[in-house]
């Protein structure tokens, strides 16, 4: 996988999380990605700054504009050095929330990319990175 | 910094102060402050007051014997903040002061050269503080000038409209942070109890990201609108925001409706009304009566953020 190009931004107040989504949809353009592959990853983007800043205690995202072979697409990492996320699976199962939410966050988001991976541990920080392919 | 002998300044603004006037308002002209007919008497005022805080012998300009040069100060500062100037621009006002009053002081004090020295010290640690304090006035009214419009916007992207008798709308634009849901949520449920409307439309036409967040504040809204006794349809959920909300999970247990006409048709039914073309117009059945089948348009492709 080719890194065409890679920014960098802080996702640590309400505003971020539009910035971050005002940039990942440039990106996804750029890529050719379909107005459902953008709202998509769009979508999925939020989820997880929010994430980051909700939980988290806000950290940063990088957005990249990626090639595979003849395939296009867009990769997104949040990381945060928060709390850790004690038990993945559970976070990630549909309905569950610490915060009041809908709990679909993170289960929703990983349904909206191709590619979905989180690491995380308690004290250690979260980064969750996805990737959706054109 | 007090002086130690009584400064020349009070004398000398007095004595001169036509001369530096006219001296000051060139330089202004020449430091790019605007010059307009309120200047003279705005300069005449302002070293009128410097005369009076000189006097005082108090060296910071935040003293009580100070008040009428921060009047005069506060009211330009304002002015500059509502009109969009730059800071730079504005406190140029007092600083394009300096050079006409250290040459005035110049003569006076001739070769006199401590003398010179203490007086140019003194006038210009007063003109830097009450240059600063400019600056913190024009700083705070730019704060108040953006908040002012942060609410207004809030407001203005939230009108609720009654269609019918009974049918109110709300068209969402832009994003649904929690601050305006929770004023949308709060003029609808308002709106609901002052018309005694049954039907609430939520057009999210201009909303150009649905995500669990927003979801959880229309879902909230919907319930509170309920509550008061209205029932909502959501319309202007474009193609796009429909597969990912689908994707995302979300069960948006709620009527909803391609456009906002159609959700407008249905509300009419519901309500016991029909929309009838007129005689001679061909067709006289109402389009409000297939609107729950019709696909209907799918608004603009997509709205930014
Ligand atoms: N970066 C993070 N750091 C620590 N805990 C996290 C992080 N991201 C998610 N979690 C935990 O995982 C849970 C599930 O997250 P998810 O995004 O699915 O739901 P939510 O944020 O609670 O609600 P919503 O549906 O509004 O997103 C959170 O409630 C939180 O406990
Ligand atoms: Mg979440």
Redesign the interface.
Known sequence: MIVEKSETLPVRVSEDVVRVRQLVRVHAVKAGFSLVDQTKIVTAASEIARNTIDYGGGGEARIESVTLGIRKGVRLTFSDKGPGIEDIERALRDGYTTGGGLGLGLSGAKRLSNEFDIQSAPGQGTTVSLARWK | MAAPTPSMLPQLLDKHQAQLMKDWLAGQRAAGVVVDVESDERVRRFIAALRQGASSNADDVKNADWAAARDVLEQISRERALKGSTPVETVMFVFSLKDPLFALLRRECGSDADRLAREIANAMHLLDQLGLYTVEVFQKSREEVIGRQQEELLELSTPVVQLWDGVIAVPLIG?L??ARTQVVMESLLEEIVRTGAEIAIIDITGV??????V??HLLKTVSAARLMGADCIISGIR???A??IV????ELDVISKATMADAFAVALRRTGRMVVSRAGNGKGASKAENGDKAAGKTGA??S??
């Open positions: 994003t942070d929690s150009p990201t649905v995500d669990t967040l979801a959880q193609p796009q925001i597969q990912t994707h995302l999970g979300v492709g997509q930014g953020e």
